[in-house]
T-cell receptor, first 118, second 112 residues
Framework: AQKVTQAQTEISVVEKEDVTLDCVYE???????LFWYKQPPSGELVFLIR??????QNEISGRYSWNFQKSTSSFNFTITASQVVDSAVYFC???????????????FGQGTILTVHP | DSGVTQTPKHLITATGQRVTLRCSPR?????VYWYQQSLDQGLQFLIQ???????AKGNILERFSAQQFPDLHSELNLSSLELGDSALYFC???????????FGPGTRLLVL
């Protein structure tokens, strides 16, 4: 069975601080996809990034960066120079494509509540 | 705006009642997924349809059912509602199973 663990329930930082959100996953499959979604106070789920299991290159997008390490089954997300607008719940998710029955369903972590104070 | 629409945004109803939640996927997307977000269970996958056919089922109660119509919109039917069914219900769509799922704004259901 697949499992995603986000050990940090809540993180509080002051604006301009860097913050890293941890994500550890479990899967028996060799092919899978990892995602990060953001849920701002308005409630919608916003897609941030998708990473294939066979692509361990780290990615940077503006103030966001992602570190994927297959050896430790981790897919961590760093926000550099955080801003108040980054305050949201962040979810890490795992999708299995190797098995025919799962058909791409997402398994989510419990989410990390990030609060950025001015 | 993800391009996925859900109606209604909010729904307040009583125990024992039946409601229907509606989802229109992004243009061109054939897959529709339903998820439930509650405080105690978190975000959980309910059911998935691809081009009108049910393809995967998750932790969906027997009181719940869904379908995807020829125009690809989907409906989630919740019946014999209980207090514990109060949650945020999301619909997501993707082109296929290997593609990113984009989520609608959700329907917030409150059962009193």
């Amino acid at each position: 069975a697949q499992k995603v663990t986000q050990a940090q329930t809540e993180i509080s930082v002051v604006e301009k601080e860097d913050v890293t959100l941890d994500c550890v996953y479990e899967t028996r499959d060799t092919t899978y996809y990892l995602f990060w979604y953001k849920q701002p106070p308005s409630g919608e789920l916003v897609f941030l990034i998708r990473r294939n299991s066979f692509d361990e290159q780290n990615e940077i997008s503006g103030r966001y960066s992602w570190n994927f390490q297959k050896s430790t089954s981790s897919f961590n997300f760093t926000i550099t120079a955080s801003q108040v607008v980054d305050s949201a719940v962040y979810f890490c998710a795992l999708s299995d494509y190797a098995g025919g029955t799962s058909y791409g369903k997402l398994t989510f972590g419990q989410g990390t509540i990030l609060t950025v104070h001015p | 705006d993800s391009g996925v629409t859900q109606t209604p945004k909010h729904l307040i109803t009583a125990t024992g009642q039946r409601v229907t939640l509606r989802c229109s996927p992004r243009s061109g997307d054939l897959s529709v997924y339903w998820y439930q977000q509650s405080l105690d269970q978190g975000l959980q996958f309910l059911i998935q349809y691809y081009n009108g056919e049910e393809r995967a089922k998750g932790n969906i109660l027997e009181r719940f059912s869904a379908q995807q119509f020829p125009d690809l919109h989907s409906e989630l039917n919740l019946s014999s509602l209980e207090l514990g069914d109060s949650a945020l219900y999301f619909c997501a769509s993707s082109v296929g199973r290997k593609e990113t799922q984009y989520f609608g704004p959700g329907t917030r259901l409150l059962v009193l």
